[in-house]
């Protein structure tokens, strides 16, 4: 948001002194004075106004710690926050946390993007970051890529599988969806063992091409989400991002 717009929210503050304080450099935002009445400001920046009769002035904001999790995430888990049923990729973070003696709090404020059936493994990502949520579950074909392994009931010829490779480059028409699938990759391990890449996500997208495609995944994997790998990490085990994988990303992160 604006920092204009953002001060002109806060009680104390209308527009014409929200403008007189940014001209007057007595509004800073994670310590630096900022005149720009545009500058962009969020949950992660701490924002006060400093005062002649008073040098440490009036915290308007503090920042909220950036939290960006990569889950590998185990079968039976529910990606979703809250469940009345069946455990969540919450609950598996608030149990591991719980197992270290550490706070959990900040799980409230984290959601997951994107989301993994129940029946699906592998990496998912969680964050209090919206607009990195945003970002990656919008991004088209130049996105970041989701890659997936898994294993099919029926196994493929060697003609088959050519022609799958090639219809998944293409694109596909998925049932009850009249846009194609953007061009994806698609490499056989097996005759019945399969690695997919992606660049968007639909509803059951995986199971959905490969029923149009005459077949069916009985077990699904995804090794990988927005370039983040599961390297070193067991399944049901998590880790934050790392600040290199946050700035490519463009996620806020604690500098350090």
């Not at 920042?63 to 969540?88: W, Y």
């Not at 709090?105 to 945003?134: F, K, M, P, Y």
């Not at 990988?224 to 390297?231: D, K, Y």
């Amino acid at each position: 948001m604006r920092l204009d717009r953002w001060l002109t929210r806060q009680p104390q503050l209308n527009r014409r002194l929200a403008l007189q304080v940014l001209a007057a450099g007595q509004v800073q935002v994670n310590g630096l004075t900022v005149r720009d009445p545009l500058h962009e400001v969020g949950p992660f920046d701490t924002l006060a106004l400093s005062h002649t009769d008073s040098p440490p002035g009036t915290c308007l904001q503090v920042a909220r710690r950036p939290r960006h999790v990569l889950l590998n995430k185990p079968a039976g888990i529910v990606t979703a926050c809250h469940d009345a049923e069946h455990p969540t990729v919450i609950d598996v973070l608030r149990i591991s946390l719980e197992m270290r003696g550490e706070d959990d709090g900040w799980l409230q404020e984290i959601h997951h993007v994107g989301r993994l059936d129940r029946a699906t493994t592998g990496a998912l990502l969680l964050t209090n970051d919206g607009d990195v949520s945003a970002r990656i579950s919008d991004a088209g074909l130049e996105g970041p890529a989701k890659i997936y392994r898994m294993g099919l009931e029926s196994p493929l010829s060697v003609a088959e599988r050519a022609s799958a490779v090639a219809c998944v480059a293409e694109g596909v028409l998925l049932e009850h969806d009249p846009r194609p699938t953007l061009p994806a990759t698609l490499v056989f391990l097996a005759a019945d063992e399969v690695r997919l890449t992606l660049h968007e996500g639909r509803h059951h997208h995986v199971k959905r091409l490969w029923r149009t495609l005459g077949n069916r995944v009985v077990w699904l994997h995804r090794e990988s989400v927005a370039g983040l790998s599961l390297e070193g990490l067991a399944i049901g085990e998590w880790r934050e991002l790392t600040a290199e994988e946050c700035c490519r990303l463009g996620a806020a992160h604690i500098m350090g």
